[in-house]
């Protein structure tokens, strides 16, 4: 059988307690969906009550740190999320990678250390624009891959890996479903390569303006096991286009 789509939407650094009623629609229409699994990544503020708000989606966090306490300004730990009720966190969003200096060891601590809380968890991976000029996509994100997935017993089964080239988030670009398909191939082979068997059961998610237009056609690629949208999750009404073009996918 194949596994539900799973779309998760990453709201950043956006969202006050007005958006628990995006949360609690989303939620809604996700329940007359089963066939695909609905997650949001809120900020920290706001996983408590979203969590308290919904019944069916997913709630996560978009990062963690590596450490369960300590002093550590500003952080949160995988243990907090688990306890504010998040089922599975983002790590190394292209964000985190570039405005706070992650390398890819740091993105597979923190994967570990949100797999030893008890979450499920998203490794984001992407090539910026000069590496795919340069004709390095490919390799970059083998090499991401390879530093950054976590290797603890069972590790596959909660993870998924998002492939979001950098050039392509929050730029309105995305790149052709040909290019989609090369890359989702090459992260199932190197998911194989480490995890064996258990690694071609990862979902690898598409990441980058994915919108209700691309959707469909983006979803419909080999390979594609779900999105990881931005901007597009910010409103009920956008994020549940892309759920329902997933919906309707499973159904053709
Ligand atoms: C993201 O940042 O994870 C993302 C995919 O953003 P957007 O959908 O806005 O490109």
Redesign the pocket.
Known sequence: MKAQRYIVG?W?MNGTRAMLNEARAIDRAAARLPKVQVAVAPPGTLIFRTRDAVEIIGVGGQDCHVEESGAFTGDISAAMLKDAGADFT?VG???RRALHAESDAVVKAKAETALAAGLSVIV?VGETEAQRDAGKAEAVVAAQIEGSVPRSEAAAEKLSV?Y?PVW?????RVPSTDDVAKMHAKIRESLVGIYGDAGAAVRILY?????AENAAELLAVDEVGG???????LSAESFLAIVGAAASLDES
């Open positions: 990453n950043k983002i969003h292209s964000e984001c998002a979001e392509a988030i929050g730029t309105g990441g980058g303006s994915v919108k999105a990881l949208v931005g901007g597009a999750s």
